[in-house]
């Protein structure tokens, strides 16, 4: 069964800092692309970042600057280091692995982690 496990979320003050953590169980082989997303109340579900096994990323435009993320490939666990924290930052924080190896080599699609909840206090 796979499944996406979050860590790290919590109450940070603004300015202050936060490390979410993501690690992917029940694959075969490295995840080639997972990904943060994050989801405020009453808003849609946005990107944050996300990261390829060989290391590319992308970020979404209101982190860029702010956030990192990294991943360690051999272990299908993904970082993402946020700095600079705003209020507006605040949301649940999702990981998410668009597609997947089934151990039987089978691809499957959009796994996504329970949710992480970061709060920053202004």
């Known amino acids: 069964q796979v499944q996406l496990a979050e860590s790290g979320g919590g109450l940070v003050q603004s300015g202050g800092s936060l490390n979410l953590t993501c690690t992917a169980s029940?694959?075969?082989?490295?995840?080639?692309?997972m990904g943060w997303y994050r989801q405020a109340p009453g808003k849609q579900r946005e990107l944050v970042a996300t990261i390829t096994t060989g290391g590319s990323t992308t970020y979404g435009d209101s982190v860029k600057g702010r956030f990192t993320i990294s991943r360690d490939g051999a272990k299908n666990t993904v970082h993402l280091q946020m700095n600079s924290l705003r209020s507006e930052d605040s949301a649940v924080y999702y990981c998410?692995?668009?597609?997947?190896?089934?151990?039987?080599?089978?691809?499957?699609?959009?796994?996504w982690g329970q949710g992480t909840q970061v709060t920053v206090s202004s």
């Open positions: 998410h692995a668009p597609r997947v190896v089934l151990p039987g080599g089978d691809y499957d699609y959009n796994y």
């Open positions: 029940g694959t075969s082989g490295g995840v080639y692309i």
